[in-house]
């Protein structure tokens, strides 16, 4: 049969069952586990539990939006979680009335969003310029930035953030807490950026060939720098919000959360290998881990296991990828 009368026999715009589960299979095992955990887990469907499902997820989605980033343009970035401690840390002792600076809390915000879009900068080069490893790269800066936070805060935690600015990370507007607030302004920006302007598509272009993108005219070097920047600049945000929230900053208060931003976005779908994911895969993806973790928590299950889990979770989720990624090759090899 000719390649004519196979395309005339499906007509264009149809997808078949195994295309369907391909691309709503997260979404499917999302519901999946919605249901399983309202049946075993005591006010799992609850507005309150809802909530504060929302809550938790908030600055793991921070995190997770400037991984895609990264992600997109083909790197990583393991350097998330202690610039996520370094931002609350460096904000809790410009801002603290106890043992900080006193610093207006919106110069202050300024400042470790500038300093933050340097790290993002000397990430960026040190990939674009030297063609070192991205893992390399980010997890140099993130043992720098590990000893950084640890001489700030003499291994202590900075308390005494000031009332005034403490909404940040326990205000509500309405019923919805400030977090998700601004979450949910962060994934529609960048959903936005993505999915309607040039800047989106230079960054698609740039991890799906980097090189194509190249001769194509796109500054690719510049493409993945300002990748990494907003990477960085939202790790701030979400250093700033996890300060306020618990009114300290201390040096190891981000550690986890580069894992399970990377975790939220494999699983939702974003390739590993870069061009590929959007805002809805990122949120399935961060919903995931957010839900696992808040039903599991409700069933009593020790936080060993969650930890497991996500573990086991983050490796399939990968493994898949990287199979998928394989397998289209191959064929393509044998169809030439």
Known sequence: MSVKENTLEKPVGTMDAGAFFKKYMMLIILVAMSIFFSIFGPNFFSWDNAVTV????????????????????????????????????????????????????????????????????????????????????????????????????????????????????????????????????????AGFILGFTYIGRYIYATGSNTEAARLAGLNVKFVKVAAYIVCSCLCAVAGFVLATRLRSGTATTGTQYQ????????????????????????????????????????????????SIAQGVILAFSVGVDCYQRTHVKTTLRTAK
């Not at 590993?272 to 299950?301: P, R, S």
């Open 54 to 189: 929302c809550r938790q997820v908030s600055i793991i989605g921070i995190c997770a939006a400037g991984m895609m980033f990264a992600l997109l343009v083909g790197h990583i970035d393991l350097s998330i979680g202690t610039t996520v401690s370094f931002s609350a840390v460096l904000f809790a002792k410009l801002i603290s009335t106890k043992e900080g600076i006193e610093m207006n809390p919106f110069l202050a915000i300024v400042i470790v969003l500038l300093i933050c879009a340097g790290f993002g900068v000397i990430k960026g080069l040190l990939v674009v310029e030297t063609n070192m490893p991205a893992l390399i790269a980010t997890l140099a800066v993130s043992t720098a930035l590990e000893g950084v936070n640890l001489l700030v805060t003499d291994a202590k935690p900075i308390s005494g953030i000031p009332d005034g600015i403490a909404w940040l990370g326990q205000g509500y507007i309405g019923p919805i807490p400030m977090p998700v607030v601004i979450f949910a302004l962060i994934i529609l920006v």
């Open 259 to 306: 894992t399970k931003a990377l975790t939220a976005c494999t699983v939702g779908g974003i390739s590993m290998a870069g061009g590929e994911g959007t805002i809805y895969n990122l949120l399935v993806g961060i919903f995931i881990i957010g839900i696992l973790t808040n039903g599991m928590t409700i069933m009593g299950i020790s936080d060993y296991w969650q």
